[in-house]
């Protein structure tokens, strides 16, 4: 098996595994910070980098049912948040191909 190709952010803020440094956004790709995990407070991201998908399902959360794919840092492989497939409520559609990841899970990297 090779090595895992790391892609490296540059910015601002820049957010990261909490264990092991891994990039995974930037400030400017943060949508919202009004979400909530599994573990507390999480932020919303339109794209992050370094990690891997798992297989969609089907989750029942506060704003209705979608259908989801735990997010995983590909050094680490630590779940660290999910990705929104597909949203059943016209009213969530935004989140479509959209990434949470959650605030105990990361921090602000260097």
């Known amino acids: 098996m090779g090595m895992t190709r790391l892609e490296f952010l540059y910015g601002g803020r820049i957010y990261g595994c909490k264990k092991c440094n891994a990039h995974f956004a930037t400030i400017e790709n943060m949508m919202s910070?009004?979400?909530?995990?599994?573990?507390?407070r999480a932020y919303l991201f339109s794209g992050v980098v370094n990690v891997s998908e798992g297989e969609p399902n089907e989750r029942p959360m506060t704003t209705g049912l979608h259908i989801v794919r735990d997010i995983f840092c590909t050094k680490?492989?630590?779940?660290?948040?999910?990705?929104?497939?597909?949203?059943?409520?016209?009213?969530?559609?935004?989140?479509?191909?959209?990434f949470i990841l959650e605030r105990e899970m990361i921090k602000i990297v260097d």
């Open 76 to 98: 680490c492989n630590d779940q660290v948040g999910w990705k929104y497939d597909r949203a059943y409520e016209l009213s969530q559609r935004y989140k479509e191909g959209k």
């Open 33 to 40: 910070r009004a979400f909530q995990g599994q573990h507390g």
